[in-house]
């Protein structure tokens, strides 16, 4: 054994049990404040969700959105239902995916809003697996907005942004499903993406004439600088008269401002 180690064995022998022990501690201490800022605090929004203990931020109209994920919905519990004693004023529908896929549930669903007096707006979910103004077509020949509908709503997703970060053939193709669907009726389309695939990929100034609904989940605050229209704050929601987890937006203004938003 070397000087060093004895010398080492020697001064740990000669410090006091109780200094040990706060040290100890404070190790204990440190670790727990790491994990739990690591590995609790970033996720116990989401299970609350999941316990339906969310709580949303006051100031905004409520809505939600819905795909056949949702399967069938009780719209007469659905059109009184509450969110946090908040009646929902709007609701998205998924109504169609790249260039031939049509929610099994849109029709039904959309129909179904209108007659319960839910202020409804139609959204198309964006692929690469074919051009933006096929998709763009598809989605005008099946969806039938009328006066009071919200925009129609490209929902952009991609979990890995940064590995398009630079492919300015999607920044294309995903104009020109805009400029199609913006000319066909005559509203600027809402662009749906992430908070971090709009600053990193959408970043572009023409992205930013289009409302913008960002999708970030469990956070009281938007830490995003520019003008955003919604917000979807959770994908865990609770409803009357729908069984599965539900996504809760959040509309960036009043009601009469919802409305005004809405086609003439």
């Known amino acids: 054994m070397s000087q060093r180690i004895r010398n080492l064995i020697y001064i740990f022998h000669k410090i006091p049990k109780i200094f040990l022990w706060f040290f100890l501690c404070g190790i204990v201490f440190i670790y727990c404040l790491l994990f739990y800022n690591n590995l609790v605090k970033p996720y116990s929004y989401r299970w609350k969700a999941l316990y339906g203990k969310t709580s949303y931020p006051y100031g905004y109209v409520r809505g939600i959105d819905i795909s056949h994920y949702q399967k069938l919905i009780d719209w007469s519990k659905l ?132 409302p913008y609904w960002i999708a970030h989940y469990y956070v009281d605050t938007l830490s995003y600088e520019k003008k955003w229209r919604f917000w979807q704050h959770t994908d865990a929601g609770h409803v009357d008269g729908i069984d599965d987890y539900v996504d809760i937006d959040l509309f960036n203004g009043n009601k009469n401002d919802l409305i005004k938003m809405c086609i003439k």
């Open 79 to 210: 059109s009184n239902a509450k969110i946090q004693g908040n009646a929902i004023d709007f609701i998205f529908i998924k109504a169609t995916e790249g260039n031939e896929m049509q929610d099994t549930l849109f029709n039904f669903n959309f129909n179904k809003a209108r007659s319960h007096n839910l202020i409804r707006g139609a959204y198309h979910f964006f692929t690469t697996q074919s051009c933006g103004l096929e998709q763009a077509k598809f989605f005008c020949r099946t969806v039938k907005l009328e006066s009071g509908d919200l925009p129609p709503v490209l929902d952009i997703e991609f979990d890995k942004f940064n590995s398009v970060e630079n492919d300015n053939s999607l920044k294309k193709e995903i104009l020109n499903w805009l400029f199609y669907v913006e000319n066909y009726y005559r509203v600027k389309p809402i662009i749906y993406a992430s908070f971090n695939f709009k600053t990193s990929f959408l970043k572009d100034k023409v992205f930013d004439d289009y």
